[in-house]
T-cell receptor
Framework: AQSVTQLDSQVPVFEEAPVELRCNYS??????LFWYVQYPNQGLQLLLK??????LVKGINGFEAEFNKSQTSFHLRKPSVHISDTAEYFC????????????FGQGTRLTINP | DAGVIQSPRHEVTEMGQEVTLRCKPI?????LFWYRQTMMRGLELLIY??????IDDSGMPEDRFSAKMPNASFSTLKIQPSEPRDSAVYFC????WGTGNTEAFFGQGTRLTVV
C-alpha cells in the first residue's frame, strides 16, 4: 500500500517570495510521483511528474520538484510566487506496475499575500 | 479535445433521493476513475475501470453507491438513496494506461449537496 503525507495544510507567503511545499510518501515498491494544482471551483491540473531519470523535474508555471529516494520526499518549489499561484496543491503517487490510480496527500493551501 | 466532461456541475437533492453523476472521458483513453473530495477525507478513489471493466471498487463506501461504464465514452456514478454525508465534490478522470502516457486528466467535478 502507498500513502502520501503533505506536512503543511496551509502555507501563506508574500508575493515574489520563494515557496516550498513538502511531500513525503511511503511505498514498498517504486512509484511515480505527481504534483497537481486545484484552483477554486476547478478540477485538478498536472503541474509536474517524476517517472525516472533526473531527480529534478520542472513543470508548468515555473514550478519544480526534487525527488529524494533516501528521504522518500518530493518537495515542490517555486523561486518567486505570484498572486495567481493561490490554489490548493496535491502531491500524489501511483504504482508504475498498476493502473494510473493515484493516492493523494491531504493537500496544501497556498495563499499569496500582496 | 474538450477534456473530461462531467455533468451536472452542481446538484442539490433531498435525502433519500437517487442521484446520478455523469462522465465523458477523453476520446481514446482506456482508463476511467471516480474520485470523491471532502474536507475530512481529502481526495479518495472510489472505483476505476479499464477498457470499460470495473477493476477495483474497494473505495466505494457502501452498497448505496454504484458505477457503470456501458461504453468507452460514458460512465455514471449513482447514489441511491442519497444521504447528507454524501455531500462532496465528485471528480472523474481518464487516462491511457499501457500506452506510456502516465497522466490522468480530471474533469471539473460535480459538487453534490444532499439536504
Amino acid at each position: 500500500a502507498q500513502s502520501v503525507t503533505q506536512l503543511d495544510s496551509q502555507v501563506p507567503v508574500f508575493e515574489e517570495a520563494p515557496v516550498e511545499l513538502r511531500c513525503n510518501y511511503s511505498s514498498s515498491v517504486s512509484v511515480y510521483l505527481f504534483w497537481y494544482v486545484q484552483y477554486p471551483n476547478q478540477g485538478l491540473q498536472l503541474l509536474l511528474k517524476y517517472l525516472s531519470g533526473s531527480t529534478l523535474v520542472k513543470g508548468i508555471n515555473g514550478f519544480e520538484a526534487e525527488f529524494n529516494k533516501s528521504q522518500t520526499s518530493f518537495h515542490l518549489r517555486k523561486p518567486s510566487v505570484h498572486i495567481s499561484d493561490t490554489a490548493e496543491y496535491f502531491c500524489a503517487v501511483s504504482d508504475p506496475a498498476g493502473a494510473q490510480k493515484l493516492v493523494f496527500g491531504q493537500g496544501t493551501r497556498l495563499t499569496i499575500n500582496p | 479535445d474538450a477534456g473530461v466532461i462531467q455533468s451536472p456541475r452542481h446538484e442539490v437533492t433531498e435525502m433519500g433521493q437517487e442521484v446520478t453523476l455523469r462522465c465523458k472521458p477523453i476520446s481514446g483513453h482506456n482508463s476511467l476513475f471516480w474520485y470523491r473530495q471532502t474536507m475530512m477525507r481529502g481526495l479518495e478513489l472510489l472505483i476505476y475501470f479499464n477498457n470499460n471493466v470495473p477493476i477495483d471498487d474497494s473505495g466505494m463506501p457502501e452498497d448505496r453507491f454504484s458505477a457503470k461504464m456501458p461504453n468507452a465514452s460514458f460512465s455514471t456514478l449513482k447514489i441511491q438513496p442519497s444521504e447528507p454525508r454524501d455531500s462532496a465534490v465528485y471528480f472523474c478522470a481518464s487516462s491511457s494506461w499501457g500506452t506510456g502516457n502516465t497522466e490522468a486528466f480530471f474533469g471539473q467535478g460535480t459538487r453534490l449537496t444532499v439536504v
